[in-house]
């Protein structure tokens, strides 16, 4: 899997993207200096860094993702569970409910991904 990891500022900088995208790199650099307090040369040097992780292109001054931001946070959580619980979302679930109960909610939620993930399997 390829390693998308984000600092902080990086991933406040990417939601702004999502958020926003299509822009033109002016426009994130207007955004960039409203939200982030950044200056024109910031905001580029750290949209060099994340096209060339991949992230993000910016084509004829055209900035725009080239993985979404589900992608982005669906592969963060698969990498969190296989670094820290071996790859077992059962172990990863039962720690995560360890600090407090499921709300009835919460609990059909998953019931339903489960299913519906056991559906498809053949």
Request: a negative charge; one cysteine or more; glycine letters at 8%.
């Amino acid at each position: 899997m390829t390693d998308y990891k984000l600092g902080v500022v990086e991933t406040h900088f990417a939601e702004l993207v999502w958020q926003h995208e299509p822009l033109s790199s002016g426009e994130l650099v207007k955004l960039c200096g409203e939200e982030l307090g950044w200056k024109k040369s910031t905001t580029y040097t750290v949209l060099k860094k994340l096209c060339e992780k991949g992230i993000f292109q910016n084509e004829n001054s055209l900035v725009t993702s080239l993985i979404s931001r589900e992608d982005y946070m669906s592969g963060q959580s698969r990498q969190f569970v296989e670094e820290s619980f071996e790859g077992s979302l059962p172990a990863f679930l039962s720690a995560f409910s360890a600090g407090g109960k499921l709300s009835r909610e919460e609990a059909e939620e998953i019931r339903a991904l489960i299913d519906a993930w056991a559906a498809e399997d053949p």
